[in-house]
């Protein structure tokens, strides 16, 4: 039972109250103990609808500070969805989650105060000079030499390059790791993702933010939503061959992987969603600036190679960079536990989701530092030139509660993608045969 709280107007609640408003229309969640109802709110939240509905009925309060790097503007907006607050008798967590959120939260105030949530500009200006510099290159590799084939692809693996490491700068402003002020980070996200790489900062974001949420739990993670081509985990193929679900054959799925998942991901599935996405959502400023993109790449290669030789051209870039894309991406979540929502806390969640790459100065280039995927997951707003550095507290907060802390080297995550694949499918052929 409710009831008021001392000498105030707030009442007060058990968490068995809050975890009854968790379904759409009705939508309570926790933040240092005050309880919000974000039912209207959730329409209106820059997320997007589904990263904060993800947390109703739940104690948000660690995501909550995990997404913003000033917290003092997103609490205005709370003030007005404030109705209550967790009786005295109530942990300020639900059951499981007390001492290790403690322990991480004592984690996240020595990060802060020893600097390493704070950018170095030089950094990231010096990275996307690196970006620019090889877009400059390959035209002037084609202005110089021409169009034959060997100068064209070769072209195609520098833009492809460019490309990618566009997709990691965009990556550090979509998470507001950079300046600041989030206004700058949100103008040179829309510069980068829109002009330089053709797509939309709002698909992203709202796409991304539900990743590093929930990261790895079906409904919730859009990135392990595979659209009933692939099984994942233990528990999806056991489910689908229980019901005798045969959309694809599951079993090969380890083989076919190559054929439609690297290859095809971004110039098919993604061109296609994000264009659908600006348009039926009515996002003229992401889709003005991704049509600055396609202007400027017209313009510059349209000399050389004419109408649809670009096109052919375009396509091909996206399709090497499809492939860079999908085997960084997932390599550190795919062999990792993916299954329903278990409500652990943060830490929990992230490592359980989450690996690491082995450290080298290649290994951060080439996967944009997100061999640090650890670090990235529990610290989303950090610079990722500091990963590194909080590293070691990090090993040493699972140690202490006995969390593993996943190290390999990249030929092994690459491998282990192929394998946990295999696993999964062979368990839904089991599934499917015997039960």
């Not at 009854?20 to 309570?28: F, Y």
């Not at 380890?254 to 600006?278: A, D, N, S, W």
């Amino acid at each position: 039972m409710q009831s008021k709280a001392r000498g105030g107007n707030l009442s007060v609640f058990t968490w068995e109250e809050v975890q009854k408003h968790s379904h759409k229309g009705d939508q309570w969640l926790v933040i240092d103990r005050k309880v919000y109802n974000v039912t209207q709110w959730v329409k209106r939240h820059p997320g997007g609808i589904r990263v904060i509905s993800h947390y109703a009925g739940e104690d948000a309060t660690e995501a909550f500070t995990a997404f913003h790097p000033n917290l003092t503007f997103p609490r205005k907006f709370l003030k007005s969805l404030l109705i209550g607050e967790l009786a005295d008798t109530e942990p300020s967590q639900e059951a499981g989650k007390n001492v290790r959120s403690t322990d991480f939260q004592a984690l996240r105030e020595r990060v802060e105060k020893e600097g390493l949530l704070r950018a170095k500009p030089l950094f990231f200006s010096l990275y996307l000079g690196h970006i620019l510099l090889l877009e400059a290159l390959s035209l002037g590799l084609l202005w110089h030499w021409g169009t034959s084939w060997s100068v064209t692809l070769l072209c195609s693996v520098i833009l492809a390059t460019s490309q990618s490491q566009a997709g990691w700068l965009q990556h550090d402003f979509g998470h507001l790791s950079v300046f600041k002020k989030s206004s700058w980070n949100h103008i040179l996200h829309k510069f980068i993702i829109g002009h330089i790489k053709g797509a939309s900062a709002n698909w992203w974001n709202h796409r991304h933010f539900q990743h590093h949420a929930k990261p790895n739990v079906f409904c919730k993670d859009p990135d392990v939503n595979m659209l009933h081509l692939f099984v994942l985990g233990d528990s999806q193929p056991v489910e689908y061959g229980i019901k005798k679900l045969k959309y694809m054959p599951y079993n090969h799925q380890h083989k076919y992987f190559f054929l439609i998942g690297p290859p095809l991901l971004i110039p098919l599935y993604f061109q296609i969603e994000i264009m659908r996405t600006m348009v039926t959502r009515r996002d003229w400023v992401d889709l003005a600036w991704s049509m600055t993109f396609y202007l400027r790449y017209f313009c510059c290669y349209y000399p050389f190679f004419g109408f649809f030789g670009c096109i052919v051209f375009f396509t091909f870039v996206r399709f090497l960079e499809s492939h860079w894309f999908v085997w960084v991406t997932q390599m550190s979540h795919l062999p990792m536990d993916i299954d329903h929502e278990k409500h652990h806390d943060w830490l929990t969640m992230q490592l359980n989701a989450t690996c690491n790459i082995e450290q080298s100065p290649f290994n951060d280039w080439f996967s944009g530092h997100l061999n640090f995927q650890i670090e990235h997951h529990l610290f989303p707003t950090m610079p990722r030139h500091n990963y590194q550095a909080v590293a070691p507290l990090v090993q040493a907060l699972c140690e202490k509660h006995h969390i593993p802390y996943q190290v390999k080297t990249l030929q092994g995550a690459f491998a282990d993608i192929i394998s946990s694949l295999k696993k999964s499918g062979d368990l839904w052929l089991d599934a499917y045969l015997h039960k």
